[in-house]
């Protein structure tokens, strides 16, 4: 593995059947980078995520995770990501206190650290007045922030969000994507999918997924200029038409 690569992955494949899902892909993600996964539905974004997250066996090629094997080390890789996905995110029926103390302790923080990091929480997000309500009651915009930074809670070397902002509000998408900057420069890795053109815009490098092979993958500037176009949105449609 490479240095400062903190994902590398190579011809990997996943086929259900006769089916190939995921096509021989290939690509790698430095340390600190936010990486965009972008397809259309169906492409193959969540299949492929499986895989990198020690969910899914491949049926073929290799994946490094923060320096662990798909295959050898899928416990290994759990313990040193984050992930956070549109459907399942925190518990509705607990509050907000009670899920930050639930998943610190799934991820094996102690009382002590839970309570330090609740505290920190708390100043950060502004939580004061929502600490003690039930997250069900909460706007989805604050579920997503919420469930974020729970993922971030045991310091991992990366993060998988699939989709977090789907449905929110533009205001709460620039201010979700505020904290994925400040993760970043912390040194964790991003590792995100949207269907959000302008959340294209704002990752450091973007690939993009047709029909399970990944056809391109750059700098969103680099992106536009090799399909001469002027946004992200026309990237997306020029590859999804071909
Ligand atoms: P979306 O944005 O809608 O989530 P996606 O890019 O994440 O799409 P996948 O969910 O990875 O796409 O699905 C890729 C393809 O693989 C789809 O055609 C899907 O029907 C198929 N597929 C996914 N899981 C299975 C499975 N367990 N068995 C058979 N086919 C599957």
């Given at each position: 593995?490479?240095?400062?690569?903190?994902?590398?992955?190579?011809?990997?494949?996943?086929?259900?059947?006769?089916?190939?899902?995921?096509?021989?892909?290939?690509?790698?993600?430095?340390?600190?980078?936010i990486f965009g996964f972008l397809g259309a539905?169906?492409?193959?974004?969540?299949?492929?995520?499986?895989?990198?997250?020690?969910?899914?066996?491949?049926t073929s090629g290799n994946a490094q995770i923060?320096?662990?094997?798909?295959?050898?080390?899928?416990?290994?890789?759990?313990?040193?990501?984050?992930?956070?996905?549109?459907?399942?995110?925190?518990?509705?029926?607990?509050?907000?206190?009670?899920?930050?103390?639930?998943?610190?302790?799934?991820?094996?923080?102690?009382?002590?650290?839970?309570?330090?990091?609740?505290?920190?929480?708390?100043?950060e997000l502004n939580l004061q007045e929502v600490?003690?309500?039930?997250?069900?009651?909460?706007?989805?915009?604050?579920?997503?922030?919420?469930?974020?930074?729970?993922?971030?809670?045991?310091?991992?070397?990366?993060?998988?969000?699939?989709?977090?902002?789907?449905?929110?509000?533009?205001?709460?998408?620039?201010?979700?994507?505020?904290?994925?900057?400040?993760?970043?420069?912390?040194?964790?890795?991003?590792?995100?999918?949207?269907?959000?053109?302008?959340?294209?815009?704002?990752?450091?490098?973007?690939?993009?997924?047709?029909?399970?092979?990944?056809?391109?993958?750059?700098?969103?500037?680099?992106?536009?200029?090799?399909?001469?176009?002027?946004?992200?949105?026309?990237?997306?449609?020029?590859?999804?038409?071909?």
């Open positions: 593995m490479g240095k400062e690569n903190i994902i590398e992955v190579e011809n990997l494949t996943k086929m259900f059947g006769d089916f190939t899902a995921v096509n021989a892909i290939s690509f790698k993600v430095k340390k600190g980078e539905n169906g492409a193959g974004k969540t299949t492929a995520m499986k895989m990198l997250i020690g969910i899914a066996k491949p923060a320096n662990f094997d798909v295959y050898k080390n899928p416990d290994d890789i759990k313990k040193n990501i984050g992930y956070m996905s549109q459907k399942f995110a925190l518990y509705d029926d607990l509050t907000v206190k009670e899920n930050i103390t639930f998943f610190g302790g799934i991820y094996g923080l102690s009382r002590t650290q839970i309570n330090k990091k609740t505290i920190e929480l708390t100043e600490i003690n309500q039930l997250v069900g009651s909460l706007p989805l915009g604050w579920k997503q922030k919420i469930s974020f930074s729970v993922a971030l809670l045991h310091n991992p070397k990366i993060i998988f969000l699939d989709e977090p902002t789907s449905g929110v509000d533009p205001i709460t998408r620039r201010q979700f994507w505020e904290m994925i900057y400040k993760a970043a420069n912390n040194g964790t890795t991003i590792f995100v999918t949207t269907h959000y053109m302008d959340e294209a815009e704002y990752c450091d490098r973007v690939s993009i997924m047709v029909n399970g092979k990944i056809e391109a993958l750059d700098t969103p500037k680099k992106l536009k200029e090799l399909f001469k176009v002027d946004t992200m949105n026309d990237v997306f449609l020029k590859l999804a038409r071909e």
